[in-house]
């Protein structure tokens, strides 16, 4: 699984370590839904790819703590 993962966040423009990591984690958690989502394709699109996925992390990790999950 990590090896395709890997060659979806290059095909999406990851670039980093950091951002392959990001990516595998999120899919390895999602059972690989969480590209599904229209509003993460369209967010991951323009721009750096690598700085809107470590964006997007930091942003879930913030609700995470707001609701008391982390």
Do not use: C, H, V
């Amino acid at each position: 699984f990590m090896e395709r993962y890997e060659k979806q966040a290059r095909a999406y423009g990851l670039k980093t370590e950091r951002g392959f990591f990001q990516w595998t984690y999120l899919m390895s958690a999602s059972n690989g839904r969480f590209i599904e989502a229209p509003d993460i394709r369209q967010n991951l699109k323009g721009g750096n790819p690598d700085a809107r996925l470590d964006d997007m992390m930091r942003l879930m990790a913030n609700a995470a703590k707001e609701r008391g999950f982390a």
